[in-house]
C-alpha cells in the first residue's frame, strides 16, 4: 500500500489562501503597480533598442575595472578617463562582474541595467504599497521620468546599482530586519558613497527601534562588510584606499528633534525618560511593547524619516550633477504626498523638478528654480504634523493579519 508523502492542506488554509489571493489582486493599488512595472519594463526595452547611447563614464569604469583585474590594489593607480577611483572596492566587485558577463560592451550592460530598472522600480512601488501615503494613480508618475531612464540604460551610472540596494535595505527595515538593512545598506555604501545622506535618519531609527547594544551590534555587521570588501586594498595600501573610497572631508549638519543628539542618546540610556518625552511629543497613544529591547517602529515613519533625511542632504549639497537626480527621485512623489498641498500643487512641482532635471545643459535660471522647488518642498514637510513613530498592540495585530 502506498504511503502518500504530500501533507494534507485542511480546507480552512485553502480558503484563507484562495480569499488572500482573491483580495491581493482586487486591490487597485496592487493592480496598478504590475501594470505599471509591465509598461516601464517595454519602455526601457524600446529606449534600448531606438535611442542611441552617449558614453560619459563607461569607458572610464571599464579603464578601472582593468586595472583591479590586472592586479594593481594601490588606489592611486587605479584610473580612468575621468581621473582616478573615488568609489569604494564595491564599486570594483559589481563593474567587474558586468565585464565578465557583457565582454565589457555597451549593449549588453544596457540590457543589464534595463534589468536593474525594473527590479528597482519593482522594490520602490512594493515600498509605496506598504506606506499607502501615496494614491494609486500618482504612482505613474515614478513611470514619467526622461531622466531617469537615461541615468539607468543610456548612462549606465553606478548610482543606480547603489540606489536599488538602498532601497532593498529599506524593504528590509519595514520588515523590522534591522540587522540585514544594515548589511545591505553597507552594501550600497561600498558602490557609491552618496548612501551616507540616508545614515543619520537610519542611526535614529535604530536608536528608537533598539537598544543600544541591538544598534551596536548592527552598526558592527556594516562595518565588517567595509572591511571585508576593501581587504585586499586595506593590506597593501590602506591610506590610499582609505582617502580616496571614503572621502569625509565634507560636513553635514543634522538638526535632531528630540532636543539634539546628545541628548536624545541620552534618553535611550533610560527608558523611562524615553517614554516621558514621547507621551509629551505626541499624542497619548502607547507603544508598542515599550519595555521591550525592540520596539516596531510604523512603515510609514520608517520611509517618511529616510526619505526627508536624505532630501534635507540634496538640498544642502554643494554642487548637483544629472545622475544625482537617481538619489531622490523615487521618493519625490511620497514627499509631496506627505505634504499638507493640494493634489494639483504637488503634481506642478513635481513636473517642475522633472523639467529642472531635463535642461541641458543647466543655466543658472533651472539651477534657481530647483533650489525654489526644493525649498517649497521643504516647507511643506515642515508644516506637515509629526508622526507618531510605534506601532500601538491593535495596529500590529492588523498588520499580521494581511
Known amino acids: ?13 485553502q480558503r484563507s489562501s484562495k480569499a488572500s489571493n482573491i483580495k491581493l489582486f482586487k486591490n487597485p493599488k496592487v493592480a496598478f503597480a504590475f501594470a505599471l512595472l509591465l509598461c516601464d519594463a517595454v519602455l526601457v526595452a524600446l529606449i534600448i533598442a531606438y535611442v542611441p547611447y552617449t558614453k560619459i563614464d563607461w569607458d572610464a569604469y571599464m579603464s578601472q575595472v582593468s586595472g583591479f583585474l590586472d592586479g594593481e590594489r594601490d588606489y592611486g593607480n587605479l584610473k580612468g578617463d575621468t581621473g582616478p577611483l573615488v568609489y569604494p572596492a564595491g564599486f570594483l566587485y559589481f563593474y567587474s562582474a558586468v565585464r565578465y558577463v557583457t565582454g ?4 549588453p550592460a544596457q540590457i543589464l541595467f534595463g534589468v536593474l530598472y525594473v527590479i528597482n522600480l519593482g522594490i520602490i512601488l512594493f515600498i509605496y504599497g506598504k506606506t499607502d501615503v501615496v494614491p494609486w494613480w ?5 513611470c514619467l521620468s526622461k531622466r531617469m531612464h537615461s541615468i539607468f540604460v543610456l548612462r ?75 581587504i585586499p586594498f586595506i593590506m597593501s595600501h590602506p591610506f590610499a584606499y582609505i582617502s580616496r573610497a571614503f572621502n569625509l572631508g565634507r560636513v553635514f549638519i543634522h538638526f535632531w528633534h528630540e532636543g539634539g543628539l546628545f541628548k536624545f542618546l541620552y534618553s535611550r540610556l533610560d527608558p523611562i525618560k524615553l517614554k516621558l518625552a514621547l507621551t509629551s511629543s505626541f499624542s497619548l497613544k502607547k507603544s508598542y511593547n515599550s519595555h ?28 548637483l550633477h544629472y545622475q544625482f537626480y537617481s538619489w531622490y527621485f523615487h521618493s519625490l512623489p511620497y514627499l509631496l504626498w506627505k505634504t499638507p498641498f493640494p493634489t494639483l500643487l504637488r503634481v506642478m512641482l513635481f513636473i517642475g523638478v522633472e523639467f529642472c532635471w531635463n535642461v541641458y545643459p543647466s543655466s543658472l535660471y533651472s539651477s534657481a528654480l530647483l533650489l525654489c522647488l526644493h525649498l517649497v518642498i521643504l516647507v511643506g514637510l515642515w508644516s506637515a504634523p509629526p508622526e507618531y513613530p510605534y506601532v500601538d498592540n491593535k495596529a500590529l495585530t492588523e498588520d499580521k493579519d494581511k
Not at 565589457?104 to 549593449?107: D, L, Q, R
Not at 553606478?158 to 553597507?186: E, K, P, T, Y
Not at 535618519?201 to 572591511?227: E, H, R
Open 156 to 230: 549606465l551610472f553606478n548610482d543606480c546599482l547603489a540606489m536599488m540596494l538602498l532601497h532593498a535595505s529599506l524593504v528590509s527595515l519595514l520588515h523590522q530586519r534591522w540587522h540585514l538593512g544594515l548589511i545591505i545598506f553597507s552594501g550600497a555604501v561600498s558602490v557609491k558613497m552618496n548612501v551616507l545622506l540616508y545614515a543619520p535618519p537610519l542611526l535614529l531609527l535604530m536608536l528608537k527601534a533598539m537598544n543600544i547594544g541591538g544598534v551596536i551590534s548592527a552598526l558592527s555587521g556594516a562595518a565588517l562588510v567595509q572591511i571585508l570588501l576593501g
Open 292 to 319: 521591550s529591547s525592540i520596539k516596531v517602529l510604523r512603515k510609514e515613519y520608517i520611509v517618511t524619516t529616510m526619505f526627508v533625511g536624505n532630501f534635507i542632504g540634496i538640498l544642502c549639497a554643494r554642487s
Open 1 to 13: 500500500m502506498a504511503v502518500k508523502s504530500a501533507r494534507r492542506v485542511k480546507p480552512s488554509q
Open 138 to 142: 500618482a504612482m505613474s508618475l515614478l
Open 104 to 107: 565589457g560592451e555597451v549593449y
